[in-house]
Nanobody, 120 residues
Framework: QVQLVESGGGLVQAGGSLRLSCATS????????MGWHRQAPGKQRELIAE???????NYAESVKGRITISRDNAKKTVYLQMNSLKPEDTAVYYC??????????????WGQGTQVLVSS
């Protein structure tokens, strides 16, 4: 049973910071990319940051300069450091891990989501 365990969401005032974490039970060697998506009420889920096994990063324009994604391969964990938070960052944040199993099957795992609420 594959598990993605997210933590770190909560309530923060505008201008504040939060750090999200997501640990996977997948083999570290199988992981190709780890990322964070978010879904605000009434909006579609969007990719905000991802990091590849080679540590190449990609960010949505709306969060560039405020959010940093990183990963610890030994802990099989991806982090999302969010600074200068704005009310429009309020959303449910989902961790996403992509890779290939030992047998070459592609996988695309999602976390249960963690709520981030930014008050003005």
């Amino acid at each position: 049973q594959v598990q993605l365990v997210e933590s770190g969401g909560g309530l923060v005032q505008a201008g504040g910071s939060l750090r999200l974490s997501c640990a996977t039970s997948r083999s570290a060697l199988s992981i190709r990319s780890m990322g964070w998506h978010r879904q605000a009420p009434g909006k579609q889920r969007e990719l905000i940051a991802e990091i590849t096994s080679g540590r190449r990063t990609n960010y949505a324009e709306s969060v560039k300069g405020r959010i940093t994604i990183s990963r610890d391969n030994a802990k099989k964990t991806v982090y999302l450091q969010m600074n200068s938070l704005k009310p429009e960052d309020t959303a449910v944040y989902y961790c996403n891990v992509k890779g290939y199993t030992t047998w070459g099957d592609k996988y695309d795992d999602w976390g249960q989501g963690t709520q981030v609420l930014v008050s003005s």
